[in-house]
């Protein structure tokens, strides 16, 4: 077997927080006979967690007590395929699929400049921004069964909401197809460029941080509930909310994944009791603590 497979691995340097412990098993396979010989020799080796880009993902102190597999880099591509639309690895980044529709003259993409993650992550979690989500431009897409099995999925076969799907847990996505329209590429540079300028001007960047910790409950914001409630200067140990957008939690170097998730424990409590709605988060917390 070609691909990476490493024991206690450190997973800090896999999280966009740099932090957590290590992994009982990691495995980073470089191709699908890979996937499928691993999880029918690893069947009762506790249980199993996919990565992506670890943009929203916090591994606790504690490590993870299984197997944390990553796709390698021959699960990150792009190409155009013979009726227009696109076709992805599960690995390619999301910003790189916007680059790659743009130089192609194909909207509908632009959104992904903005998510910080991997194609198959976002599909999951129906990632999005600004109006738009994956749900919009998913056709299809194919996936493996923690049993080994292949299987292809329709877009209308999936239901997909806000910030998640019913996709489910024992699968890994390998690859998708999306669809984007014919357009004129100065229009999609500039429209691309004004989700950026967005993006900038409204959240934190360069840090050590997963994005929005919260999602936004029904017609309301996250970060509004956050600030009325009193929260915009909370901290604990070197964990802190982002003076630029308070709905991101920040590592200033000193963090443990402890501080982080007692942060946001803090913040969740002081919201439901200020304004009686009990924030869900984005961003997924794994391992022991």
Not at 225 to 235: D, E, H, P, Q, V
């Amino acid at each position: 077997m070609s691909g990476v497979i490493l024991n206690n691995e450190k997973l800090k340097k896999y999280n966009w927080f740099n932090l957590g412990g290590s992994a009982k098993i990691f495995f980073k396979p470089k191709s699908i006979n890979e996937i499928k010989k691993f999880l029918e020799n690893n069947k009762d080796n506790g249980g199993i967690h996919i990565l992506g880009a670890g943009s929203n993902t916090i591994f606790r102190d504690g490590g993870y007590d299984g197997t944390v597999i990553k796709l390698g880099n021959s699960f990150s591509y792009t190409k155009i395929l013979s009726d227009g639309n696109i076709e992805v690895g599960a690995a390619t980044l999301d910003k790189k699929v916007a680059n790659f529709a743009m130089d192609n003259s194909l909207t509908g993409l632009e959104f992904l400049s903005c998510i910080p993650g991997s194609i198959g992550g976002a599909i999951v979690m129906n990632s999005g921004c600004y109006g738009h989500d994956m749900s919009k431009i998913v056709i299809s897409f194919e996936a493996l069964t923690f049993d080994g099995k292949l299987k292809s999925f329709k877009a209308n076969e999936i239901d997909f909401f806000y910030r998640g799907s019913d996709f489910g847990e024992n699968l890994i996505i390998l690859s998708a197809k999306l669809k984007g329209h014919k357009a004129n590429k100065e229009d999609i540079e500039k429209k691309q460029k004004n989700f950026l300028d967005l993006k900038k001007k409204s959240q934190p960047s360069n840090i050590k941080t997963c994005g929005s910790t919260f999602k936004n409950p029904n017609n309301k914001k996250a970060w509004e509930l956050i600030k009325m409630s009193g929260c915009s200067n909370f901290s604990i140990g070197g964990a802190r909310l982002s003076e630029h957008h308070c709905n991101f939690f920040l590592n200033d170097g000193r963090a443990t994944s402890q501080d982080v998730e007692s942060l946001i424990r803090k913040v969740r409590e002081r919201v439901f009791l200020k304004t009686g709605v009990n924030l869900d988060l984005e961003i997924k917390i794994i391992g022991k603590k």
